[in-house]
């Protein structure tokens, strides 16, 4: 039979892209998404989805009581570190109640694997090194301190409850499915990439460009960047590997990219320039962010589409082809 799976937030960027590739090997998929950053086309047929807020305690409850469920899957959250320093309370309220909330759930009901979209905010490492799982964790935001809160909290959910956890720590998730199905659709955008692709195709004024000054190659900030679906199979793999106990992984290339190497990058795909201008640093940046995989790696995680102008390609076409994201 196949597996059933849970995944909040699967109507956004990183979910939908985990979604699909769950369709793709036949599980059977329920998306728990309140659409309020999500899109409802972003849900491939096949999927079910619960049109619900995590904060609905009584909706959530009747999903996961809805079972058995094989995991949950947990990417729904505000995700927007400048946001983040703007509103820290609410950061801090709607990511950690609602993950905690969300946590208390699986437990009761039974749910055995949780996997949860982190990040690497949760790092405030010095210089240009690969930052490995072991690194100290000094959250610069309130964004990345709710996801620390979160990890901490499968932390006991695991020792005491036995729910055993896996913590995908991303760097910065980009491009979209080479087949075509889906891509990358903020609203308000606030991504580098499609930010710099629409401002190369006149889709948008010149881009912003905060900082610089950092003590980095070129003095903006450097980013390791990660092909969507290659974090899409690194869910899988981690999913599997929990057989073997709780997991901590950073995911990403292993290579970091200042920002004006990535639009150098959109450039060279694209044929086009692209418009920007410099401005001063934003609240919340680290310098430099780049990740050592070795674990996703020694556990058979093979990353696919590592180069940077790949990235860029798959970005590129589904943008040029959905002028309006999902709106299309």
């Not at 979604?19 to 096949?46: E, F, I, Q, W």
């Not at 005491?160 to 913590?167: N, T």
């Not at 679906?229 to 290579?255: E, F, K, M, P, Q």
């Amino acid at each position: 039979m196949p597996r059933r799976f849970l995944v909040t937030g699967g109507a956004g960027y990183v979910g939908s892209h985990l979604v699909a590739a769950l369709l793709d090997r036949n599980d059977d998929v329920t998306v728990y998404d309140n659409l309020s950053t999500g899109h409802r086309t972003a849900v491939l047929h096949g999927a079910r989805l619960i049109e619900a807020d995590l904060g609905d305690a009584s909706a959530l409850d009747a999903a996961l009581a809805d079972g058995p469920w094989d995991a949950v899957f947990h990417f729904a959250s505000l995700s927007q570190v400048g946001e983040s320093m703007r509103a820290p309370l609410r950061y801090l309220m709607e990511n950690v109640g609602n993950g905690m909330r969300l946590i208390d759930a699986c437990v009761r009901h039974g749910v055995p694997r949780f996997v949860l979209s982190s990040t690497a905010a949760l790092f405030n490492v010095a210089g240009d090194a690969a930052i490995p799982e072991d690194a100290p964790v000094d959250p610069q935001s309130a964004y990345g301190d709710s996801k620390w809160m979160i990890e901490r909290t499968l932390r006991w959910a695991s020792a005491v409850h036995g729910l055993r956890s896996a913590c995908l720590r991303y760097f910065n998730a980009a491009g979209a499915d080479p087949a075509g199905r889906l891509g990358e659709d903020h609203r308000p955008e606030s991504h580098l990439m499609p930010l710099a692709i629409d401002a190369a195709l006149g889709r948008r004024p010149a881009l912003t460009v905060f900082g610089s000054d950092y003590p980095t190659r070129d003095g903006t900030c450097v980013r390791d960047y990660i092909h969507v679906t290659d974090l899409a199979s690194a869910h899988l793999l981690a999913l599997d590997a929990l057989v073997g106990g709780d997991i901590r992984w950073n995911l990403g290339n292993g290579a970091g990219y200042s920002v004006l190497e990535v639009l150098q990058a959109i450039e060279r795909v694209a044929g086009r320039a692209v418009p920007h201008t410099l401005a001063d640093r934003r609240a919340g940046d680290a310098a430099s962010l780049v990740a050592s995989a070795e674990p996703a790696l020694r556990a058979g995680w093979e990353p696919r589409h590592a180069g940077l102008d790949d990235i860029v390609r798959t970005a590129l076409t589904w943008r040029a082809a959905h002028p309006n994201g999902y709106g299309n």
